[in-house]
């Protein structure tokens, strides 16, 4: 299959081209490298060392014979989405290339605004480049579980049939999301939902957990790492316990730590996007993946880094409590449904506690770099915080 990475420098979208290489698709990748700059802007850097795009596709080429065809480019340029899909005339392509950091989005309006900008064009440039030049291509779009928020009822695939005063009809779950970030992934989502409307388009929206961990079986074996963010702007929480703990820092819990969300290790997010590719949409089929294996609070995360480290190393890292700095319910029901992976075939390949052993053994080899990161780790985008300097 040729397939089409938006995103391919990226934590996700670097491994994901590592996999389809392996299995024998044909390759196309998208970036501009904005992720590499907006996390040197917040004064932070990818906790492992990462090659430049042409030196990573210069060893990709060693490894498998072939590499990435590479676009370098903004997907919020229409003019460029467009040459990018009239030369590679996809069969997929996957959608990586946005914002992806509520923080970031979160510190004040110029982060807010860039954040809805760039993020909602870039899908749109995709729906309507795809619509005009490739019309059977199959879009695979990374959303959030945060699209859903934590509502107090079961949360369905996309999908749930309701009744009210009588009637019954099949409507998209009510999305709640809390940041400006998250708020973005609902609005592609609709926008994907319309376009599938309008014209017919195949398309999976993937709502996704929080990926952790450092590897894939190509990472390990090519020793390719990709990009490990751990300050507080761009890090995801067990990431960025693993790195404290490391570190001998308290891990930084916020507030009660109650908060539940869904997750899955890098591995297993690229096993699903693999299979999603694979085993794409019917024609003209808008379809919502909830994308995760299984469901922690944030407490409970640091507790297992806690008794990981205890039995494996003989040490008891810290657990910190912090001011949480983000709006959001810290106790509450959380039952996602997650049953479209696994009839297509999904199935688990690594526990949490095997990808956490395997990230302390890849992060204890930079402890140098990590150091150097430790004034990054500590919240300090707080949302109501979040202003305009117009001055
Ligand atoms: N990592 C997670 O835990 C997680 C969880 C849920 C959803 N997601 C979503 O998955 C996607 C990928 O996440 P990631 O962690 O790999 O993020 P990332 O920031 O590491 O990767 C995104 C890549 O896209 C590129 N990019 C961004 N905007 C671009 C643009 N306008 N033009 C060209 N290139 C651009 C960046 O330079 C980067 O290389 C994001 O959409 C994110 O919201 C990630």
Redesign the pocket.
């Known amino acids: 299959m040729k397939i089409l990475i938006?995103?391919?420098?990226?934590?996700?979208?670097?491994p994901l081209a590592l996999r389809l290489l392996n299995r024998g698709h044909e390759v196309y990748g998208?970036?501009?490298?904005?992720?590499?700059?907006?996390?040197a802007n917040v004064n932070s850097d990818s906790a492992l060392p990462i090659l430049s795009f042409k030196e990573r596709n210069a060893r990709i080429k060693k490894y498998f014979g072939r590499n990435v065809k590479f676009f370098y480019?903004?997907?919020?340029?229409p003019e460029?989405m467009y040459r990018a899909i009239e030369k590679s005339r996809p069969d997929a392509i996957v959608?990586?290339?946005?914002?992806?950091?509520a923080p970031y989005s979160m510190i004040g309006l110029k982060e807010a605004n860039e954040t809805m900008v760039?993020?909602i064009?870039?899908t749109m440039n995709l729906i309507y480049a795809v619509k005009d030049i490739v019309p059977k291509a199959h879009i695979l779009?990374?959303?959030?579980?945060?699209e859903y928020g934590t509502p107090n009822i079961d949360i369905p695939e996309g999908f749930f049939e309701i009744e009210y005063h009588g009637r019954k009809d099949m409507l998209p779950f009510p999305k709640n999301a809390s940041s400006w970030?998250h708020w973005t992934?609902v609005h592609d989502s609709n926008n994907l939902m319309f376009a599938n409307r309008l014209w017919n388009l195949a398309i999976t929206d993937?709502?996704?957990?929080?990926?952790?961990g450092t590897k894939t079986k190509e990472i390990a074996d090519t020793g390719l790492y990709?990009?490990f963010?751990i300050d507080e702007v761009?890090g995801?929480a067990l990431n960025r316990f693993t790195a404290e703990a490391i570190l001998g820092m308290p891990m930084t819990v916020y507030g009660k730590g109650g908060q539940t969300r869904g997750f899955l290790s890098?591995n297993d997010?690229i096993q699903c996007l693999t299979l999603a590719l694979e085993k794409p949409p019917e024609s003209g089929e808008y379809r919502v993946i909830n994308?995760f294996d299984e469901k922690y609070s944030v407490g409970q995360l640091a507790e297992m880094v806690q008794d990981i480290f205890k039995r494996e190393y003989g040490i008891v890292p810290d657990i910190g409590h912090v001011e949480n700095p983000r709006v959001e319910r810290e106790e509450h029901y959380y039952n996602p449904e997650h049953r479209k992976l696994e009839e297509l075939g999904y199935r688990r390949t690594k526990n949490i506690e095997e990808e956490v052993i395997d990230a302390i053994s890849d992060l204890s080899k930079f402890r140098e770099r990590l150091n150097s990161l430790k004034e990054t780790l500590m919240p300090r985008t707080f949302w109501r915080r979040s202003s305009y300097d117009y001055t």
Do not use: C, P, W
Request: charged share 20%; proline share 0%.
């Open positions: 938006m995103g391919v420098d990226g934590y996700i979208g670097f998208i970036d501009n490298f904005i992720t590499r700059k907006r996390v480019g903004d997907a919020t340029n460029f959608h990586l290339a946005e914002q992806r950091s760039k993020n064009t870039s779009k990374l959303g959030t579980m945060g970030y992934k993937v709502m996704q957990g929080v990926v952790y990709t990009r963010d761009y995801t890098l997010s994308q």
